[in-house]
């Protein structure tokens, strides 16, 4: 009794602050869905989370679009650009993880540390002999600057965290599938691949929230409005020389969150088995 009695203050305490950390970071969220209901000349300078008479012109004016472009096709273009974004970096990181945990090769170990050594490299030293490349190329104005990286395994964080998995996984099996007539491929397709599937699925939420938010790179490439995705359709309602629909703006912003929770809630529980299995033994 008296240990129960002792614990209960500490068990309040936990859940009061457990509470107020939750409190801390829902607000951005509840005042961003308050905000996208209350009129734009009431958004700024007001201190209300919740607004006192929600409109839905915001929404209207939002799937109306920008610049005659339909928010429909701003929403395909982020959706067209995160799918293949997903589908080349969890392709082309498993092969070079593949390669790196699970085959012996000259020189391994010096590619290995200077791949990882690459995260170390800030992307803006980069940023500017790529863009000479791709415009000489005629590829500016294009998707190809933004998805050609994604499939050449250029993403060191995807290939590390494919290769610390799939070191786990028992070397035995290799044997086997071998003994069975299975060549790099087979064993690579037939068993590494099943097996890292929540390796895989934490790698894809990772890299379509990226390249959802990504605002930097389309920036660059990008200079056509037809060909914007989501974060630069944002940018367009903010005006510098004229009057900013902020109300417009944060409504896009909500309905351009439905597809990341969306994605997330589809592949959670692969995040959760990564999560659960990195750092067990084979």
């Known amino acids: 009794m008296r240990s129960s009695a002792a614990t209960w203050p500490r068990r309040v305490l936990w859940h009061a602050l457990a509470l107020a950390l939750l409190g801390l970071i829902m607000y951005p969220l509840v005042w961003v869905a308050g905000a996208s209901v209350t ?46 974004t997903v589908a080349g970096t969890v392709a082309s990181s498993a092969l070079a993880a593949y390669a790196f945990a699970r085959l012996r090769f000259r020189g391994r170990n010096a590619m290995f540390v200077l791949m990882i050594g ?19 190329l005629g590829l500016v104005d294009t ?10 395994a250029t993403e060191a ?25 299975c060549g790099y491929w087979g064993i690579f397709w037939h068993v590494i691949a099943p097996l890292s599937r929540p390796a895989f699925g934490t ?26 995705p989501i974060p630069l359709a944002l940018r367009m309602y903010a005006d510098q020389t004229s009057t900013s629909d902020f109300g417009a703006m944060i409504a896009m912003s909500v309905i351009a969150l439905v597809p990341v929770v969306l994605f997330f809630l589809a592949f959670q529980r692969l995040l959760v088995q990564g999560m659960a299995t ?5």
């Open 118 to 136: 690459t995260l170390l490299m800030p992307f803006h030293a980069v940023i500017i002999p790529q863009y000479i490349i791709f415009q000489q």
């Open 157 to 181: 964080f995807f290939v590390f965290l494919m290769v610390q998995f799939m070191r786990q996984l028992p070397r035995e099996l290799d044997q086997a599938a071998r003994i069975d007539g």
């Open 143 to 152: 998707y190809v600057p933004l998805l050609l990286g994604k499939f050449l």
């Open 39 to 84: 009129p734009t000349n009431d958004i700024v300078g007001n201190t209300q989370l919740l607004p006192a008479r929600p409109v839905a012109d915001n929404f209207a004016r939002a799937m109306e679009g920008m610049a005659g472009i339909s928010v429909w096709r701003f929403l395909g273009n982020s959706l067209l650009l995160a799918v293949l």
């Open 203 to 228: 790698a894809a939420i990772f890299a379509f929230i990226w390249s959802w938010n990504d605002l930097f790179a389309p920036l660059i490439y990008l200079n056509t409005p037809e060909k914007f």
């Open 278 to 282: 990195t750092g067990l033994k084979g």
